[in-house]
């Protein structure tokens, strides 16, 4: 078999997405197991997916039950999550062949900024459109 070769001076770049993809759980349910309200945002969840609620209202409204969960406990939940089986080893062998590597999340900056820097998978700046921060003392 003939496998495609690639010139070492090439821009290569492998893009992941985060929440169920590159980390074993969602964000937004994790942080509403530390909030004590999971099984409300799973019923928001389900709704959604039933086609009950659009993506943004199910969204806020999820979001909603976050508002005062200490930053702490928000950290705290964060750390909690893992990088699905193999994700490490996968990260470093395509670093180790000169590829970048960056993450997309539609979720929480709080975890996308864990994730791509504490557990070292993001050679480029991260995307993201949940626009919470570690720099914000509690979730909004």
């Known amino acids: 078999m003939n496998c495609p070769t690639h010139d070492s001076t090439e821009n290569k770049m492998i893009v992941f997405d985060m929440d169920s993809t590159l980390i074993d759980a969602e964000t937004i349910d994790e942080l509403a ?10 019923e928001i969840t389900k709704r959604a ?6 993506f ?28 699905m089986q193999g994700a490490a080893e996968l990260i470093l062998n395509i670093k180790n062949r000169d590829y970048k590597t960056a993450l997309v999340s539609r979720g929480f900056s709080i975890s996308a900024e864990m994730v791509g820097t504490a557990r070292a998978v993001c050679s480029s700046e991260m995307v993201q459109m949940m626009p919470v921060s570690l720099k914000r003392q509690v979730l909004p």
Request: charged fraction near 25%; include cysteine.
């Open 56 to 83: 943004g209202q199910a969204l806020a409204e999820r979001v909603n039950l976050l508002e005062g969960l200490p930053l702490e406990t928000a950290l705290d939940a964060v750390n909690q999550i893992n990088l």
């Open 33 to 42: 197991r530390a909030a004590g309200v999971v099984s409300k945002v799973e």
């Open 49 to 54: 997916m039933c086609g009950d609620l659009d």
